[in-house]
C-alpha cells in the first residue's frame, strides 16, 4: 500500500487549506482512516479519524470544529479540510490506516504511513 498526502503549504492565520491522501496498491475501504501530525521532537499526535462508510468521525479536542474529514471510498482518498487555522497547527501532515487493534487516537495501531506534506501557518 502507498499513501501519498497533497495540499500543504503556507498560509496565514486564519486561512484554509484542504488536505488530500490519495492510496494505491489496494483498496482502503475496509479501514478506519486518520491525520496525524508532527512537529520536530515531539511524537506524531492524533488530529482526525473517519470510520469505513463515513458515518463517524473524530477529532482531537483543539481541532474540533476547525478541521472536517471525509473520504472517497471509490476514489481511494481521505481527505482534511483545515480552517481557521493557527500558528500551532504547524506540523507535517500525514494520513494513515487503522490496522491493529487500539485506539483511534494512538497512532501505534497504524500501519501503512505516506511521507507527509508541510504545513505552515504564520501569525
Known amino acids: 500500500v502507498q499513501l501519498v498526502e497533497s495540499g500543504g503549504g503556507l498560509v496565514q492565520a486564519g486561512g484554509s487549506l484542504r488536505l488530500s491522501c490519495a492510496a494505491s496498491g489496494r483498496s482502503l475501504n475496509m479501514y478506519h482512516m486518520a491525520w496525524s501530525r508532527q512537529t520536530p521532537g515531539k511524537e506524531r499526535e492524533f488530529v482526525a479519524a473517519i470510520d469505513p462508510n463515513s458515518e463517524k468521525t473524530y477529532y482531537e479536542e483543539s481541532v474540533k470544529g476547525r478541521f472536517t474529514i471525509s473520504r472517497d471510498n471509490a476514489k481511494n482518498t481521505v481527505d482534511l479540510q483545515m480552517n481557521s487555522l493557527k500558528p500551532e497547527d504547524t506540523a507535517v501532515y500525514y494520513c494513515?490506516?487503522?490496522?491493529?487493534?487500539?485506539?483511534?487516537?494512538?497512532?501505534?495501531?497504524?500501519?501503512?504511513w505516506g511521507r507527509g506534506t508541510q504545513v505552515t501557518v504564520s501569525s
Open positions: 494513515a490506516v487503522h490496522t491493529r487493534s487500539g485506539a483511534l487516537t494512538d497512532m501505534s495501531s497504524y500501519d501503512w
